[in-house]
Protein backbone atom coordinates (compact mmCIF):
# COMPACT_ATOMS: atom_id res chain seq x y z
CA UNK A 1 0.00 0.00 0.00
CA UNK A 2 0.97 4.01 -0.42
CA UNK A 3 3.44 5.68 2.55
CA UNK A 4 4.11 8.76 2.70
CA UNK A 5 6.52 10.36 4.86
CA UNK A 6 6.76 13.99 5.94
CA UNK A 7 9.47 16.50 7.19
CA UNK A 8 10.32 17.66 9.30
CA UNK A 9 8.26 17.15 12.49
CA UNK A 10 8.66 20.67 13.77
CA UNK A 11 9.30 23.87 12.31
CA UNK A 12 9.86 27.06 14.09
CA UNK A 13 9.77 30.37 11.93
CA UNK A 14 9.65 34.31 12.90
CA UNK A 15 6.37 35.87 12.04
CA UNK A 16 6.59 37.03 8.05
CA UNK A 17 9.07 34.32 6.96
CA UNK A 18 8.42 31.53 4.85
CA UNK A 19 8.07 28.04 5.76
CA UNK A 20 8.36 24.51 3.99
CA UNK A 21 7.00 21.27 4.55
CA UNK A 22 8.25 18.31 2.46
CA UNK A 23 6.31 14.70 2.16
CA UNK A 24 7.36 11.55 -0.31
CA UNK A 25 5.52 8.96 -1.22
CA UNK A 26 5.96 5.52 -2.60
CA UNK A 27 2.97 4.54 -4.77
CA UNK A 28 3.34 6.05 -8.35
CA UNK A 29 -0.45 5.60 -8.74
CA UNK A 30 -1.00 7.84 -6.65
CA UNK A 31 -2.83 10.67 -8.24
CA UNK A 32 -4.12 13.69 -5.67
CA UNK A 33 -2.28 15.39 -2.43
CA UNK A 34 -4.19 17.53 0.02
CA UNK A 35 -2.70 19.33 2.35
CA UNK A 36 -4.44 19.63 5.71
CA UNK A 37 -4.44 22.29 8.87
CA UNK A 38 -5.23 20.47 12.25
CA UNK A 39 -5.56 23.10 15.23
CA UNK A 40 -6.29 21.78 18.70
CA UNK A 41 -9.39 19.81 19.09
CA UNK A 42 -10.34 19.92 16.01
CA UNK A 43 -10.44 17.56 12.66
CA UNK A 44 -8.03 18.56 9.63
CA UNK A 45 -9.14 21.50 7.51
CA UNK A 46 -8.36 21.24 3.80
CA UNK A 47 -6.02 24.00 3.06
CA UNK A 48 -5.10 23.02 -0.63
CA UNK A 49 -4.69 20.19 -2.83
CA UNK A 50 -3.34 19.10 -6.22
CA UNK A 51 -3.59 16.35 -8.74
CA UNK A 52 -1.18 14.84 -10.42
CA UNK A 53 -1.31 16.30 -14.56
CA UNK A 54 -0.75 19.89 -12.76
CA UNK A 55 3.28 20.81 -11.38
CA UNK A 56 2.35 23.93 -8.93
CA UNK A 57 -0.73 25.27 -7.28
CA UNK A 58 -0.93 28.62 -5.52
CA UNK A 59 -3.45 30.37 -3.27
CA UNK A 60 -2.87 33.52 -1.37
CA UNK A 61 0.60 32.78 0.36
CA UNK A 62 0.25 29.03 0.21
CA UNK A 63 1.29 26.32 -2.72
CA UNK A 64 1.92 23.31 -3.15
CA UNK A 65 4.60 21.69 -5.61
CA UNK A 66 4.39 18.23 -7.01
CA UNK A 67 7.57 16.08 -8.78
CA UNK A 68 5.74 12.84 -10.20
CA UNK A 69 9.09 12.08 -11.08
CA UNK A 70 10.52 11.86 -7.68
CA UNK A 71 7.42 11.23 -6.16
CA UNK A 72 7.45 14.08 -3.51
CA UNK A 73 5.46 17.30 -2.67
CA UNK A 74 5.74 20.56 -0.78
CA UNK A 75 3.69 22.86 1.00
CA UNK A 76 5.11 26.35 0.73
CA UNK A 77 3.88 29.41 3.10
CA UNK A 78 4.74 32.80 2.91
CA UNK A 79 5.07 35.81 4.86
CA UNK A 80 3.55 33.71 7.83
CA UNK A 81 1.67 34.90 10.59
CA UNK A 82 1.04 33.51 14.21
CA UNK A 83 -2.33 32.29 12.92
CA UNK A 84 -0.55 29.53 10.57
CA UNK A 85 0.38 28.06 13.67
CA UNK A 86 -1.10 24.13 14.34
CA UNK A 87 -0.37 20.91 12.74
CA UNK A 88 0.18 20.40 8.94
CA UNK A 89 -0.80 17.08 7.34
CA UNK A 90 0.16 15.85 3.71
CA UNK A 91 -1.69 13.25 2.84
CA UNK A 92 -1.84 10.88 -0.87
CA UNK A 93 -4.74 9.11 -2.89
CA UNK A 94 -5.17 6.51 -5.62
CA UNK A 95 -8.36 5.23 -7.14
CA UNK A 96 -7.78 1.77 -5.57
CA UNK A 97 -9.26 -1.78 -4.68
CA UNK A 98 -12.32 -3.21 -6.22
CA UNK A 99 -14.36 -0.38 -4.72
CA UNK A 100 -12.96 2.67 -6.51
CA UNK A 101 -11.59 3.97 -3.02
CA UNK A 102 -10.01 7.31 -2.36
CA UNK A 103 -9.59 7.16 1.19
CA UNK A 104 -6.30 9.30 2.10
CA UNK A 105 -3.21 7.85 3.39
CA UNK A 106 -1.53 10.77 5.53
CA UNK A 107 1.77 11.53 6.43
CA UNK A 108 2.75 12.37 10.46
CA UNK A 109 2.34 15.42 10.49
CA UNK A 110 4.44 18.70 10.95
CA UNK A 111 4.14 21.01 14.28
CA UNK A 112 4.34 24.47 12.43
CA UNK A 113 4.99 27.33 15.20
CA UNK A 114 5.01 31.04 14.10
CA UNK A 115 7.02 33.20 16.44
CA UNK A 116 5.36 36.66 16.86
CA UNK B 1 -16.84 25.12 9.38
CA UNK B 2 -17.07 22.39 7.22
CA UNK B 3 -20.50 21.06 7.68
CA UNK B 4 -19.41 17.87 8.96
CA UNK B 5 -20.90 17.02 12.33
CA UNK B 6 -19.83 14.47 14.65
CA UNK B 7 -21.50 13.54 17.79
CA UNK B 8 -20.42 13.06 21.00
CA UNK B 9 -17.25 15.11 20.65
CA UNK B 10 -15.93 13.28 23.96
CA UNK B 11 -16.57 10.29 25.15
CA UNK B 12 -15.09 8.56 28.70
CA UNK B 13 -15.83 4.97 28.97
CA UNK B 14 -15.20 1.75 30.91
CA UNK B 15 -13.16 -1.17 29.44
CA UNK B 16 -15.44 -3.74 28.17
CA UNK B 17 -17.98 -1.31 27.49
CA UNK B 18 -19.94 -0.67 24.10
CA UNK B 19 -19.93 2.95 22.88
CA UNK B 20 -20.96 4.30 19.60
CA UNK B 21 -20.28 7.76 17.60
CA UNK B 22 -22.41 9.20 14.69
CA UNK B 23 -21.42 11.25 12.06
CA UNK B 24 -23.71 13.73 9.50
CA UNK B 25 -21.73 14.32 6.68
CA UNK B 26 -22.20 17.29 4.51
CA UNK B 27 -25.76 17.60 2.64
CA UNK B 28 -25.54 15.36 -0.64
CA UNK B 29 -22.28 14.51 -0.50
CA UNK B 30 -22.18 10.31 -1.67
CA UNK B 31 -19.11 8.86 0.22
CA UNK B 32 -18.26 8.81 3.66
CA UNK B 33 -15.32 7.86 5.42
CA UNK B 34 -14.08 6.96 9.06
CA UNK B 35 -10.49 7.60 10.36
CA UNK B 36 -8.61 6.95 13.29
CA UNK B 37 -6.36 9.15 14.47
CA UNK B 38 -3.66 8.34 17.64
CA UNK B 39 -1.98 11.71 19.36
CA UNK B 40 0.78 12.54 17.38
CA UNK B 41 -0.02 10.85 14.77
CA UNK B 42 -2.26 11.17 11.35
CA UNK B 43 -5.23 9.91 10.29
CA UNK B 44 -5.59 6.41 9.56
CA UNK B 45 -8.05 4.99 7.08
CA UNK B 46 -11.06 2.77 8.84
CA UNK B 47 -14.05 1.94 6.34
CA UNK B 48 -16.18 3.93 3.61
CA UNK B 49 -19.79 3.85 2.08
CA UNK B 50 -20.69 5.17 -1.14
CA UNK B 51 -23.68 5.63 -0.56
CA UNK B 52 -25.83 3.14 1.79
CA UNK B 53 -23.19 0.38 0.97
CA UNK B 54 -20.47 -0.40 3.13
CA UNK B 55 -17.61 -1.13 0.24
CA UNK B 56 -14.19 -1.54 2.19
CA UNK B 57 -12.58 -1.82 5.23
CA UNK B 58 -9.07 -1.48 7.06
CA UNK B 59 -7.39 -4.78 8.40
CA UNK B 60 -7.17 -1.89 11.28
CA UNK B 61 -10.84 -2.46 11.72
CA UNK B 62 -11.00 -5.53 13.94
CA UNK B 63 -14.53 -7.38 14.29
CA UNK B 64 -15.39 -5.53 17.69
CA UNK B 65 -16.00 -2.31 15.15
CA UNK B 66 -19.18 -2.27 12.97
CA UNK B 67 -20.31 0.72 11.00
CA UNK B 68 -23.27 1.30 8.89
CA UNK B 69 -24.92 4.80 7.07
CA UNK B 70 -28.82 3.36 6.58
CA UNK B 71 -30.49 5.37 3.64
CA UNK B 72 -27.07 6.95 2.70
CA UNK B 73 -27.14 9.87 5.36
CA UNK B 74 -25.49 9.93 8.49
CA UNK B 75 -23.61 7.35 9.98
CA UNK B 76 -22.66 5.52 13.27
CA UNK B 77 -19.54 3.50 14.12
CA UNK B 78 -19.63 1.01 17.28
CA UNK B 79 -17.11 -0.30 19.01
CA UNK B 80 -18.10 -3.54 21.04
CA UNK B 81 -15.75 -4.40 24.32
CA UNK B 82 -13.85 -1.56 24.50
CA UNK B 83 -9.70 -2.20 24.92
CA UNK B 84 -7.48 0.53 25.83
CA UNK B 85 -5.73 0.56 22.71
CA UNK B 86 -9.30 1.89 21.05
CA UNK B 87 -8.68 5.43 22.67
CA UNK B 88 -8.09 7.88 19.97
CA UNK B 89 -10.09 10.50 18.02
CA UNK B 90 -12.79 9.35 15.52
CA UNK B 91 -12.54 11.03 12.76
CA UNK B 92 -15.43 10.85 9.91
CA UNK B 93 -15.06 12.71 6.53
CA UNK B 94 -17.10 13.35 3.41
CA UNK B 95 -16.97 13.54 -0.47
CA UNK B 96 -18.74 14.01 -3.15
CA UNK B 97 -17.43 12.20 -6.73
CA UNK B 98 -19.72 13.55 -9.22
CA UNK B 99 -17.90 15.57 -11.16
CA UNK B 100 -14.73 14.03 -10.61
CA UNK B 101 -14.08 15.93 -7.20
CA UNK B 102 -11.63 14.14 -4.89
CA UNK B 103 -11.95 16.72 -1.50
CA UNK B 104 -12.48 15.05 1.85
CA UNK B 105 -13.76 17.71 4.42
CA UNK B 106 -13.81 15.87 7.89
CA UNK B 107 -15.50 16.53 10.93
CA UNK B 108 -14.34 17.86 14.52
CA UNK B 109 -13.90 14.43 15.86
CA UNK B 110 -15.03 12.30 18.49
CA UNK B 111 -12.45 11.96 21.06
CA UNK B 112 -12.45 8.30 23.26
CA UNK B 113 -10.79 7.75 26.46
CA UNK B 114 -11.18 4.42 27.55
CA UNK B 115 -10.35 3.47 30.71
Known amino acids: GENVEQHPSTLSVQEGDSAVIKCTYS??????FPWYKQELGKGPQLIIDIRSNVGEKKDQRIAVTLNKTAKHFSLHITETQPEDSAVYFC???????????????FGSGTRLQVQP | DTGVSQNPRHKITKRGQNVTFRCDPI?????LYWYRQTLGQGPEFLTYFQNEAQLEKSRLLSDRFSAERPKGSFSTLEIQRTEQGDSAMYLCASSLTRGGSYEQYFGPGTRLTVT
Open chain 1, 27 to 32: DSASNY
Open chain 1, 91 to 105: AASTRGGDTGRRALT
Open chain 2, 27 to 31: SEHNR
